[in-house]
């Protein structure tokens, strides 16, 4: 059975930081284009951060651009986040495209396999 685990997530202060990991088991991804979404309540869930499977080309919604880092390894994906704001708040899910191939994908219908997700919470 195909699983992503993420792990990290947790209350933390405006302005502080947080790494979430994503751990895959039952087989590799180490050569399929990741994502890291995010839900808030009542909203839809929204690409926060893309990365190709060489870690070489990554996107980046606006509002994470500058705060937030993907990257990757061969065992994980990690979405590092700094100067939390009260707007971050959500469940952060790691995401895995269907296929293998090249560069990054920003539709969310590329994306098969998911995570459980792992809460994210900002203090003001």
């Known amino acids: 059975q195909v699983q992503l685990v993420e792990s990290g997530g947790g209350l933390v202060q405006a302005g502080g930081s947080l790494r979430l990991s994503c751990a895959a088991s039952?087989?590799?991804?180490?050569?399929?284009?990741m994502g890291w979404f995010r839900q808030a309540p009542g909203k839809e869930r929204e690409l926060v951060a893309a990365?190709?499977?060489?870690?070489?080309s990554t996107y980046y919604k606006d509002s994470a651009q500058d705060r937030f880092t993907i990257s990757r390894d061969n065992a994980k994906v990690y979405l590092q986040m700094n100067s939390l704001k009260p707007e971050d708040p959500a469940v952060y899910y790691c995401?895995?495209?269907?296929?293998?191939?090249?560069?990054?994908?920003?539709?969310?219908?590329?994306?098969?396999?998911w995570g459980q997700g792992t809460q994210v919470t900002v203090s003001s």
């Open positions: 995401a895995a495209r269907a296929y293998s191939g090249t560069g990054y994908d920003t539709r969310i219908s590329e994306y098969r396999y």
């Open positions: 039952g087989r590799t991804f180490s050569n399929y284009a």
């Open positions: 990365i190709d499977w060489s870690g070489g």
